[in-house]
């Protein structure tokens, strides 16, 4: 009889899992992440730990999200750890990790989900995980992690708000799978929860420090954009530039905005002067 009963579970856990919807719906949930592409973020993952101690999450890799499900990897990831309340940023790769929590991250780097970072947020459903990853080897994407923390925030918004409109993809949250006892000596965290504080001074190094082979920002921007750009900092106003261009001092607004998600940057004044400081 117990037999019987630990082979039907684990039929049930991998029907569960083959027929998963971040698995099957797979495409609709990369085309919900595709901005952060334009931050050289390729990988996205949500998890959500429900008050009832279970795991549920959705992901833009299927074979990852397949791989991490069989082989439990729930029960050693960074939710597993014990987190100080007030810890809301983890930059991975300034954790040590240990055991099977160790292995998790070497498969998952040789699955190309590099420089891990998650933000974690608490709510009245349960903690919220959420993990951004890139294809890219540098190590400085953990500064464009840093400063754009108001992007990225903003972005698990949306995330949640399009996963609440589709039917099948807001069925991952149903979907919810036992976590064992907590793992927490898997992981040595280091706080940084005094990032505010550092922002400012981070992005300045970014600027000063990275060539536009990395951020590459002229070829993320469209002709349009490029020519508002190049209109503003001459000194035209916003409406002599939608004078200029014959579009409408709200279109020219669109695309002040546009590019400041697509540079990661927080204000206008900085935009101008990166651009001027890379112009030659």
Sequence with gaps: MLLFKSIKNRLFMTDSIISHPTITYANDVVE???PLLNLNISYFSHVLIHKDKTFSA???CPANSEHYLRKKYYNHDIHM?????NEKH???????LSGESAQMLKESDEMGHQHIFTMVEKNEVGTNYFHFATHLQDERINQVYI?????????TEYFREMVSKSIELKKC?????KLDQPNAQNFKIHNLDNLENSRRQLLLEIHKHTKPDFINFKSKLSQ???DCLNSLIRGRTAKETAVLLKISYRTVESHLENIKFK???????EIFKYFIDNES
Excluded: H, P
């Design 32 to 34: 919900i992440c595709k």
């Design 173 to 177: 949250y149903d979907i919810k799978f």
């Design 90 to 96: 983890i930059v991975w790769d300034s954790i040590q």
């Design 263 to 269: 540079l990661g940057f927080k204000y206008k004044r």
């Design 147 to 155: 400063s754009n923390l108001d992007i990225l925030a903003t972005f």
């Design 224 to 226: 349009r954009e490029m």
């Design 81 to 85: 750890a014990n987190l100080d309340n």
């Design 58 to 60: 959705i992901g833009t």
